[in-house]
C-alpha cells in the first residue's frame, strides 16, 4: 500500500493549490504532520470589529451603534460508510447545514440552509461537539451577514440582521484589505472598502438593484430589469448583460463556472380550484387566511446563461443534472450526483408562500422552502419532493451514531 506521507513536498503543493475551499485546504492539512508543515494554513480576512451604518439618503436617523459581520458557510455532509457516488437511493446518505461564525458572542451556530432563521430544535442525540472531520464534507457556498449592534434583543436574531444580501472581496496579498458590496435601502449598490473605513453609494440606478455575487474574482449585480454589471472597485459599473424582462425578481448564480441568471415569477393569485366562491364555508376560510390568499406565491422561473461577447442572457432549459439553490443571502449550485438524489434539473428556492390549510387540528402548517422542476414545469413545497426534503429536515441517524468521541478541533462545530 502507498505511503502517502512520502510525497514529494512540490506535489503537495501543486495539489493544494487546486483546492477549491479554505476547508479543503484545512482537511487536507489534517492528513498527517508531513502534510501540514508543507501546505501553510489558508488566510482569513480580518475583518473589522465593527462597521459603520449604511448612510440613509433619505434623512431618516438610524439609531444603530454600527454593524458586526458575520460568515455562514453552507456545507453538504456525506455519511462516512456510504459511498454517495454510487448508492443515490439511500435516503440518508447527505445532509445540508450552515454554519454561523464570527458573531460577536463568538458562538458558532447551525442554522437553515437557505434562510436566516435558527433550527429550532435539535434531537436530543445530536452530538456535542460535531466534527466535520469526521464527515464527508463539500463547501457548497458562503455568505456574509450584517448584524445592527442596536441592543434591541426583544426583535431576537432576525430583528438584528441587514435584511439585504452581502458579498465580499477578500485580497489575496493582505489579509487586511477587503471590500463588501450590498444593496442600499433605496434599490442602488453600497460597498464598504477597508482601506476607506466608509460605506459609498453607488449611484448607478436605472432601476433598483436584485442581487450581488462575486464571481471569478469580481462583483456583478442585476436589477429587476435583468440588466446586469459588473461593479469596479474604483464605483464604477460597467454593462455587461442586457436586459431580461418578464419575471418579478432576479438571481445571479454561479454553476460549473458559469454565470446564471435566474427570474422568478410571482403571483398573488390562489392556487386553483381554491378561489371556488362554493357557499359561506369559503367566505369565512378567506378571511381566516387571507394572508395565505394574498401573499405573493412563485409560479414559475427562467434560467438563463450569459454570453459575455454578444452581452445576452441566452435561456436555457436544462440544468445539466444540477440544481440550483436561491436562498435568502446566498445562491449556489450542485450536481445531482454529489447530492445523492436521482436527477437535478430543478431550482430549490426559499419561499414564504406554501401552507397546508385546513390540517386536522385547525391550525396552518407553513413550508419556507419550495422546488421547481425545470423540466415539467411543477412547483410546490419542499415536502412534496422527498428526494429533496431529506437534504434538509431531519438529520440524518448517521449523524449520531457516528463516532464522535475525538477531541474538538478548530473545524468542529458546536451545536
Same mark, same amino acid.
Given at each position: 500500500?502507498?505511503?502517502?506521507?512520502?510525497?514529494?513536498?512540490? %506535489?503537495?503543493?501543486? $495539489?493544494?493549490?487546486?483546492?477549491?475551499?479554505?476547508?479543503d485546504? =484545512?482537511?487536507?492539512?489534517?492528513?498527517?504532520?508531513?502534510w501540514?508543515?508543507?501546505?501553510?494554513?489558508?488566510?482569513?480576512?480580518?475583518?473589522a470589529?465593527?462597521?459603520?451604518? =449604511?448612510?440613509?439618503d433619505? *434623512? $431618516?436617523?438610524d439609531?444603530?451603534?454600527g454593524?458586526? %459581520?458575520?460568515?455562514r458557510? $453552507?456545507?453538504?455532509?456525506?455519511?462516512?460508510?456510504?459511498? $454517495?457516488?454510487?448508492?443515490?437511493?439511500? @435516503?440518508?446518505?447527505?445532509? =445540508?447545514i450552515?454554519?454561523?461564525?464570527?458573531?460577536?458572542n463568538?458562538r458558532i451556530?447551525?442554522?437553515?440552509?437557505?434562510?436566516?432563521?435558527?433550527?429550532?430544535?435539535?434531537?436530543?442525540?445530536? @452530538?456535542k461537539p460535531?466534527?466535520?472531520?469526521?464527515f464527508?464534507v463539500?463547501?457548497?457556498?458562503?455568505?456574509?451577514v450584517?448584524?445592527? !449592534?442596536?441592543?434591541?434583543?426583544?426583535l431576537?436574531d432576525?430583528?438584528?440582521?441587514?435584511?439585504?444580501?452581502?458579498?465580499?472581496?477578500c485580497?489575496?496579498?493582505?489579509?487586511?484589505? /477587503?471590500?463588501? %458590496?450590498?444593496i442600499?435601502?433605496? *434599490?442602488?449598490?453600497?460597498?464598504?472598502?477597508?482601506?476607506?473605513?466608509?460605506?459609498?453609494i453607488?449611484?448607478?440606478?436605472p432601476?433598483?438593484?436584485?442581487?450581488?455575487?462575486?464571481?471569478?474574482?469580481?462583483?456583478y449585480?442585476?436589477?429587476n430589469?435583468?440588466?446586469?454589471?459588473l461593479?469596479?472597485?474604483?464605483?464604477?459599473t460597467?454593462?455587461?448583460?442586457? @436586459?431580461?424582462f418578464g419575471?418579478?425578481?432576479?438571481?445571479?448564480?454561479?454553476?460549473?463556472?458559469?454565470? !446564471? +441568471?435566474?427570474?422568478?415569477y410571482?403571483?398573488?393569485e390562489?392556487?386553483?380550484g381554491?378561489?371556488s366562491?362554493? &357557499?359561506?364555508?369559503?367566505?369565512?376560510?378567506?378571511?381566516e387566511?387571507?394572508?395565505?390568499?394574498?401573499?405573493?406565491?412563485?409560479?414559475?422561473?427562467?434560467?438563463?446563461?450569459?454570453?459575455?461577447?454578444?452581452?445576452e442572457?441566452?435561456?436555457v432549459?436544462?440544468?445539466?443534472?444540477?440544481v440550483? /439553490? +436561491? *436562498?435568502?443571502?446566498?445562491?449556489?449550485?450542485?450536481?445531482?450526483?454529489?447530492?445523492?438524489?436521482?436527477?437535478g434539473n430543478?431550482?430549490i428556492?426559499?419561499?414564504?408562500?406554501f401552507?397546508?390549510?385546513g390540517?386536522?387540528? &385547525?391550525t396552518?402548517?407553513?413550508?419556507?422552502?419550495?422546488? /421547481?422542476?425545470?423540466?415539467?414545469?411543477s412547483?410546490?413545497?419542499l415536502?412534496?419532493?422527498?428526494?429533496?426534503?431529506?437534504l434538509?429536515?431531519p @438529520?440524518?441517524?448517521?449523524?449520531?451514531?457516528?463516532?464522535?468521541?475525538?477531541a474538538?478541533?478548530?473545524t468542529?462545530?458546536?451545536?
Amino acid at each position: 500500500m502507498a505511503d502517502w506521507t512520502q510525497l514529494p513536498k512540490e %506535489l503537495l503543493e501543486l $495539489i493544494s493549490k487546486g483546492l477549491d475551499s479554505s476547508f479543503d485546504v =484545512i482537511r487536507f492539512r489534517s492528513v498527517c504532520s508531513m502534510w501540514r508543515s508543507t501546505v501553510t494554513s489558508p488566510k482569513r480576512c480580518r475583518l473589522a470589529p465593527r462597521f459603520p451604518v =449604511i448612510p440613509d439618503d433619505g *434623512g $431618516i436617523v438610524d439609531t444603530s451603534f454600527g454593524f458586526t %459581520l458575520s460568515k455562514r458557510t $453552507i456545507f453538504l455532509l456525506g455519511s462516512p460508510e456510504t459511498n $454517495i457516488q454510487t448508492d443515490p437511493s439511500d @435516503p440518508s446518505t447527505s445532509w =445540508i447545514i450552515k454554519v454561523e461564525e464570527e458573531v460577536p458572542n463568538n458562538r458558532i451556530q447551525l442554522l437553515n440552509p437557505l434562510s436566516r432563521s435558527r433550527f429550532d430544535s435539535l434531537p436530543n442525540n445530536f @452530538p456535542k461537539p460535531l466534527n466535520l472531520l469526521d464527515f464527508r464534507v463539500f463547501e457548497l457556498g458562503e455568505e456574509y451577514v450584517l448584524h445592527y !449592534l442596536n441592543h434591541l434583543s426583544y426583535l431576537g436574531d432576525v430583528g438584528n440582521l441587514y435584511m439585504e444580501k452581502v458579498v465580499l472581496s477578500c485580497s489575496d496579498n493582505n489579509v487586511n484589505d /477587503f471590500v463588501l %458590496l450590498t444593496i442600499h435601502v433605496s *434599490g442602488k449598490l453600497a460597498m464598504f472598502k477597508s482601506s476607506d473605513k466608509k460605506w459609498t453609494i453607488i449611484q448607478d440606478m436605472p432601476s433598483p438593484y436584485d442581487d450581488v455575487i462575486l464571481y471569478k474574482g469580481n462583483f456583478y449585480a442585476v436589477d429587476n430589469t435583468g440588466r446586469t454589471v459588473l461593479v469596479g472597485l474604483d464605483f464604477e459599473t460597467r454593462e455587461v448583460g442586457w @436586459p431580461v424582462f418578464g419575471g418579478d425578481k432576479k438571481f445571479l448564480v454561479e454553476s460549473k463556472g458559469e454565470l !446564471l +441568471l435566474v427570474d422568478m415569477y410571482l403571483s398573488i393569485e390562489a392556487e386553483e380550484g381554491s378561489c371556488s366562491w362554493a &357557499g359561506l364555508g369559503f367566505v369565512e376560510e378567506y378571511f381566516e387566511n387571507l394572508a395565505f390568499y394574498m401573499n405573493e406565491r412563485t409560479v414559475r422561473f427562467k434560467v438563463f446563461k450569459l454570453d459575455e461577447v454578444g452581452k445576452e442572457w441566452v435561456e436555457v432549459k436544462n440544468l445539466d443534472n444540477r440544481v440550483l /439553490f +436561491l *436562498g435568502d443571502d446566498c445562491t449556489f449550485a450542485a450536481s445531482a450526483e454529489d447530492l445523492s438524489v436521482c436527477r437535478g434539473n430543478c431550482i430549490i428556492f426559499a419561499d414564504n408562500f406554501f401552507y397546508a390549510v385546513g390540517a386536522e387540528d &385547525g391550525t396552518s402548517e407553513r413550508c419556507d422552502v419550495g422546488v /421547481f422542476d425545470l423540466e415539467n414545469g411543477s412547483i410546490g413545497p419542499l415536502y412534496k419532493f422527498p428526494q429533496f426534503s431529506k437534504l434538509f429536515w431531519p @438529520p440524518p441517524c448517521w449523524i449520531s451514531s457516528t463516532t464522535l468521541d475525538q477531541a474538538q478541533v478548530n473545524t468542529g462545530v458546536s451545536a
